[in-house]
């Protein structure tokens, strides 16, 4: 593996998201930073191993381990077995902040991936951001924001933060309980006990892997899909009456359907029936 550290030119305007370096570093030397990095700082090990101390806790990172830092937190990593060799992403933005927690990436945090599907995920999206820095053309700014997201996106999907399951394994494991959902949203009498049965799981397991792939828990995605159902009844020419949609969607009686809507989508089902 060849050094490479690639510095793109920064944008004269604020961008969402913005590229500050990228690089692959075979050799790396023990970095030690009292006032921590001035952007995000995600670094990857690719061969040998490396510890990192930071907020009070000290982490191993060996091969297709990573760690993710926000600005100016102080840390010291180096090498413990061998040459160490890394790679690295650092980048910032106007809504950079806003962005990390809307796709649910914590920072600090330790990330590590459980299949070769992810592995490889994340080694061709750091590889495609080196790629886009070292073309700089004159729209590789706008690029290259675009890059650092599909990378967000791509360690939202297939990383797991400190042990947690990845997004891509929720989806995998919660399938199951959704295809369920969307055959039997219209049973009024649905609820937790019947949604966990499904897996087997405890209701308190299942919420876990709820927020973690739709941020949400069991029973709010099963209103959230229930309202989506009632939309496609009120937007489809003539649509029933109110409380014949009420209860085809799974609720009791319409008042509930309709103060669940309104609290939902912030309008009655009269209100978003008359837009369409």
């Given at each position: 593996?060849?050094k490479k550290?690639?510095?793109?030119?920064?944008?004269?305007?604020?961008?969402?998201?913005?590229?500050?370096?990228?690089?692959?570093n075979?050799e790396q030397?023990?970095?030690?930073?009292?006032?921590?990095?001035?952007?995000?700082?995600?670094?990857?090990?690719?061969?040998?191993?490396?510890?990192i101390?930071?907020?009070?806790?000290?982490e191993?990172?060996?091969?297709q381990?990573?760690?993710?830092?926000?600005?100016?937190?102080?840390?010291?990593?180096?090498?413990?077995?061998?040459?160490?060799?890394?790679?690295?992403?650092?980048?910032?933005?106007?809504?950079?902040?806003?962005?990390?927690?809307?796709l649910?990436?914590?920072?600090?945090?330790?990330?590590?991936?459980?299949?070769?599907?992810?592995?490889?995920?994340?080694?061709?999206?750091?590889?495609?951001?080196?790629?886009?820095?070292?073309?700089q053309?004159?729209g590789?700014l706008?690029?290259?924001?675009?890059?650092?997201?599909?990378?967000?996106a791509?360690?939202?999907?297939f990383?797991?933060?400190?042990r947690?399951?990845?997004?891509?394994?929720?989806?995998?494991?919660?399938?199951?309980?959704?295809?369920?959902?969307?055959?039997?949203?219209?049973?009024?009498?649905?609820?937790?006990?019947?949604?966990?049965?499904?897996?087997?799981?405890?209701?308190?397991?299942?919420?876990?892997?709820?927020r973690r792939?739709?941020?949400?828990?069991?029973?709010?995605?099963?209103?959230?899909?229930r309202?989506?159902?009632?939309?496609?009844?009120?937007?489809?020419?003539?649509?029933?009456p109110i409380?014949?949609?009420?209860?085809?969607?799974?609720?009791?009686?319409?008042?509930?359907?309709?103060?669940?809507?309104?609290?939902?989508?912030?309008?009655?089902?009269?209100?978003?029936?008359?837009?369409?």
């Amino acid at each position: 593996m060849d050094k490479k550290h690639c510095i793109p030119a920064l944008p004269e305007t604020p961008l969402p998201l913005y590229l500050e370096s990228v690089g692959l570093n075979p050799e790396q030397e023990r970095i030690s930073r009292p006032q921590g990095y001035p952007v995000y700082h995600w670094l990857l090990t690719v061969r040998g191993e490396g510890v990192i101390t930071f907020a009070g806790r000290q982490e191993r990172l060996p091969v297709q381990t990573a760690v993710l830092l926000p600005p100016h937190l102080p840390h010291v990593y180096e090498g413990t077995a061998g040459d160490w060799a890394t790679a690295y992403v650092t980048f910032d933005g106007a809504q950079a902040e806003g962005i990390l927690a809307s796709l649910g990436l914590p920072c600090p945090s330790v990330w590590t991936w459980n299949t070769a599907e992810g592995e490889n995920s994340m080694k061709a999206e750091t590889q495609r951001l080196l790629a886009a820095a070292e073309r700089q053309h004159p729209g590789s700014l706008l690029e290259l924001s675009c890059e650092v997201y599909r990378f967000l996106a791509a360690l939202k999907q297939f990383g797991m933060p400190d042990r947690l399951p990845s997004l891509s394994d929720a989806l995998r494991v919660l399938e199951p309980v959704t295809r369920w959902l969307e055959a039997h949203y219209g049973d009024p009498g649905i609820g937790m006990p019947e949604i966990a049965s499904v897996l087997g799981h405890s209701p308190r397991h299942l919420t876990t892997l709820f927020r973690r792939a739709y941020g949400t828990t069991p029973y709010a995605y099963l209103l959230s899909l229930r309202i989506r159902k009632a939309k496609e009844l009120l937007g489809g020419g003539a649509s029933p009456p109110i409380h014949v949609i009420a209860g085809r969607v799974g609720f009791r009686d319409a008042s509930h359907f309709i103060a669940t809507f309104r609290r939902l989508t912030g309008m009655t089902p009269e209100q978003y029936r008359s837009l369409h």
